[in-house]
């Protein structure tokens, strides 16, 4: 493909950048970016090559002294220096370039959101700010002016001097530009205060739009508890007397790490009791972490290229993953991510978007934040420490951050860590960055003699342009479970390497194998298992995430053979019953057991197997599977929603959280059966927007909505958050046969502004989530997915590019889907103009 970029090619920049002087005198049409870079040239005879990208050229000279035009080439993406036209040595090279941040509605550079500027430079807007080095292996020291009649300015780093319209910003770190950033507008802040371990005191702000400003605290807070366990786990302090976080209402991703100056989606820093839910508090806390975990773990160390993103990504999820386990329940928190790694990166994996969580060439980068960089980077992580024990781990780490402190490095650079610190050869455990796809682990077992012998083969489907896969070094977590449900032998780790090995135990009878707990690996497991066995895990397993393990793997096979007319297997229904009978586990736990598989995870499923999925089939059978449950167990599903209230003010900590997730769950069953009289009281009668919006979403789900949304519309109308919530629900909770209609309606709607991402996602995204509506029989849904990634694409291609992988599972399902979905993806390659984001996106999905 034209324009693919190669890792192979990576060359280190020709010159040193220390300094870099910023002015930005801001306006909304025409902001003037006046800058000054101090370069040394590494060698002789290089030209100087600087990214820059619609920008207009209002000066450029060097060393005070203008260049001539045949002193340079400007191109469409940048401009280049000859070396003739430069001197020897050090020299500083002026820019002069004016920008138009009101006309930016791609949300990339600098750009405008309800009258105030912000940027978003990861990974390659700062091109569109000035003319620049703009690449992660290119660090240097940042100090900037803003000018402009706001009354906040900000930049990264400590503040400087400042006066009526103007402040200046010095930010000591070095770093590469995609961490820069700039806010200015008319804001207030929610401040506290953090000491570090060493003593630094650091000014903590979050930043908001005035009357925003009583939905902070929590974000505050969640920082605070960011900071402390940086501290604790990883040994890592604070570096700066302020750390700025400001919350915008237009960005395209979740949260950016900017040094000293997160920029957040609004999304993730406002809430209130009222207006976010459990899912959103949890998801807050999580992002803040995950933002303030890179200060070390991006900024400090960042990338020397964009092929080594999971280098930050992979390690500060896993990061991010950890806090909440430590702050939160741990082992619930397993199972979610576990849930997400599976519904969403194998899905990746089976289909034409497969890539290695390091891989070696794109066109855009910004199509490679995927749940494989991230999600599959994060387990990677997970099993390196799996592999060198805590203790091993931490002076790994110890040694990562010691060595490589300052510097933009490479996946390499990171194993070599592990392999220092634990005299191990990690070649092999290198594949799992450097190869695509899911290995399959099919395990057999026999026992004699007091023998009891497990059996593994490992083999991984072929991914686009990799066909032969070699075999992985896969940590498997064991445990031994005797009949009577007690361990025979505690969780011990096992290192597969080769394609097929054996691992022998002497027990005296024999037992029941509890295999890849804590989902030690991420691998599909492929094991002949009786419903019998797989109920009796779920009773005694003593591994938290093996036992919701085996209550998933009943509840999956029973759906599947309910698509094709199998009746609820009375093993299944029996085992949930023992599993509301049981005062001993927690509600969050029981509630995550409850919640059936999605119906896209099951679609996925019978594809794996072989079969074609059938969407209305696959709706239909978790339809009557709820109500299966919900009859049989009726009585118990009452007294546990009774028994289950939390009485007094909310609170979003972890158990009355998971409480509220119960009753939920037994709600939503036993919607199924009291004709929605349960839902429509707790609806008017909540208090807080987990119920709230929980009792909405069931009654959507159950066709008795159109009240309570009315409702919910009504009062909400001005909370944009809010409004994005109900927009979502409308379509992706509204039963199949009329999601299409329902979304083509909503898109009609005055309050839908689609340039808001947010809002965007929320409508088309709320479509997509709502899988047997999506695969409408006549295709409507993919026209409309279709038609408006082509309406989006001109405004925010990297949004329009984004949701073009609801697509991505497009071979899974019949010939008649298959050609409806080949021609709409036609349809958007074919469209003049589409943006280098969506074309690749579209090409690579055609296959
Ligand atoms: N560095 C990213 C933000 C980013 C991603 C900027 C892609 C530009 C392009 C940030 O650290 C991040 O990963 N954010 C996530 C949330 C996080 C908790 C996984 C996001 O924005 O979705
Ligand atoms: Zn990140």
Redesign the pocket.
């Known amino acids: 493909m034209d324009g693919t970029i190669y890792l192979s090619d990576y060359t280190p920049y020709p010159f040193d950048l220390d300094q870099v002087h910023l002015t930005f005198r801001l306006a909304p049409s025409a902001t003037r970016v006046l800058a000054r870079l101090h370069l040394t040239p590494k060698g002789e005879g290089a030209s100087l090559h600087l990214d820059g990208e619609d920008l207009k050229l209002i000066s450029l000279g060097i060393d005070g002294t203008a260049l001539q035009p045949a002193d340079y080439l400007m191109t469409e993406t940048g401009l280049t220096v000859h070396a003739a036209a430069l001197p020897e040595g050090a020299f500083t090279l002026e820019t002069e370039v004016e920008i138009a941040p009101n006309a930016n509605t791609a949300l990339?550079g600098l750009y405008m959101s309800n009258g105030m500027y912000c940027t978003?430079?990861?990974?390659e807007?700062f091109r569109k700010i000035t003319f620049y080095p703009d690449r992660p292996d290119v660090m240097a020291r940042f100090h900037v002016r803003i000018e402009g009649d706001l009354p906040v300015l900000l930049s990264n780093g400590n503040a400087g001097a400042s006066g009526q319209g103007w402040a200046e910003w010095d930010d000591p770190w070095p770093k590469p530009a995609?961490l820069f950033a700039l806010v200015a507008g008319d804001l207030v802040a929610t401040s506290g205060k953090f000491t570090t371990k060493s003593g630094l005191e650091v000014d903590l702000n979050i930043w908001v739009r005035p009357g925003d400003e009583d939905r902070c605290d929590f974000a505050l807070e969640s920082l605070v508890r960011s900071m402390v366990w940086d501290e604790e786990a990883y040994g890592r302090e604070y570096d700066l007397s302020v750390f700025n976080l400001v919350a915008v209402d237009d960005?395209?991703?979740?949260?950016?790490?900017n040094k000293g100056l997160n920029i957040f989606?609004s999304k993730?820093v406002l809430a209130s009791p009222e207006t976010a839910t459990d899912t959103d508090y949890m998801?807050i806390e999580?992002?803040i972490?995950?933002?303030y975990f890179?200060n070390w773990t991006?900024d400090r160390i960042t990338c020397r290229d964009w092929f080594q993103l999971c280098l930050?990504?992979g390690l500060?999820?896993f990061r991010?993953q950890s806090f909440t386990r430590d702050v939160r329940l741990g082992p619930v928190k397993r199972i979610e991510d576990a849930a997400t790694l599976r519904t969403r990166q194998f899905r990746e994996d089976q289909g034409p978007l497969a890539h290695p969580p390091r891989p070696n060439h794109y066109r855009e980068i910004?199509n490679f934040?995927t749940v494989t960089v991230?999600e599959k980077g994060a387990e990677i992580v997970g099993m390196l420490k799996r592999l060198a024990g805590d203790e091993g781990y931490r002076r790994a780490l110890d040694l990562y951050f010691d060595r490589h402190d300052g510097q933009a490095c490479t996946i390499e650079d990171w194993l070599k860590v592990f392999e220092d610190v634990t005299g191990r050869d990690l070649s092999q455990f290198a594949l799992w960055y450097t190869s695509a796809g899911t290995p399959h682990l099919k395990v057999t077992d026999t026992y004699a003699d007091g023998r009891y012998t497990l059996t593994f083969r490992q083999s991984t489907p072929p991914t686009p342009g990799e066909a032969e896969k070699a075999p992985r070094h896969i940590p498997i977590a064991l445990g031994l479970l005797d009949l009577q449900g007690r361990e025979v032998l505690s969780t011990q780790l096992l290192e597969m390497t080769e394609e097929e090995q054996s691992f022998s135990f002497d027990v005296a009878e024999k037992p029941v194998p509890s295999i890849l707990r804590d989902f030690s690996a991420p691998v599909v497991l492929q094991r002949e298992q009786s419903p019998e066995e797989q109920a009796f895990l779920l009773a005694h397993d003593t591994d938290g995430f093996n036992r919701w393990e085996a209550g998933r793997s009943l509840a999956q096979r029973t759906l599947i053979d309910m698509t094709t007319g199998a009746e609820p297997a009375p093993a299944y229904l029996e085992a949930i019953g023992n599993l509301l009978a049981d005062d001993t586990l927690e509600p969050a736990f029981i509630a995550h057991c409850l919640a059936l598989p999605g119906e896209d995870e099951l679609a996925q499923a019978i594809f794996a197997a072989g079969g074609t999925p059938d969407p209305d089939a696959i709706h239909a059978a978790r339809n009557a599977l709820s109500k299966a449950i919900a009859t049989t167990h009726e009585t118990r599903l009452a007294a546990l929603y009774d028994a289950l209230e939390v009485k007094g003010p909310y609170s979003p900590d972890a158990e009355p959280a998971g409480k509220r997730g119960l009753r939920l769950a037994c709600l939503s069953l036993l919607t199924k059966l009291d004709g929605g009289t349960r839902a429509k009281a707790l609806f008017d009668q909540a208090n807080n927007m987990t119920e709230s919006f929980g009792a909405l979403s069931i009654l959507i789900r159950a066709g008795l909505g159109q009240e309570a949304s009315q409702a919910f519309r009504n009062r909400w109308q001005d909370n944009r958050l809010v409004m994005d919530k109900w927009f979502m629900v409308e379509v992706a909770a509204c039963p199949p046969e009329s999601a299409v209609s329902r979304a083509r309606e909503l898109a009609q709607d005055s309050a839908f502004d689609w340039k808001n991402p947010n809002r965007f996602r929320a409508l088309v995204g709320g479509l997509t989530a709502n899988h047997a509506g999506f695969h409408a029989k006549d295709g409507s849904g993919y026209a409309f997915l279709a038609d408006w990634l082509i309406k989006l694409d001109p405004m925010n291609p990297?949004t329009a590019a984004r949701m073009s992988t609801s697509f991505e599972t497009w071979r899974r399902y019949d010939a008649t889907r298959q050609q409806m979905i080949r021609e709409e993806l036609t349809r958007i390659t074919e469209t003049r103009g589409l943006s280098r984001d969506l074309s690749e996106m579209s090409q690579r999905l055609l296959g």
């Open positions: 990339e978003q430079c990861e990974a807007g995609y960005f395209n991703m979740g949260a950016m790490e989606n993730l998801r999580a992002v972490g995950h933002e890179h991006g930050k990504e500060t999820v991010d910004n934040y991230y990297q």
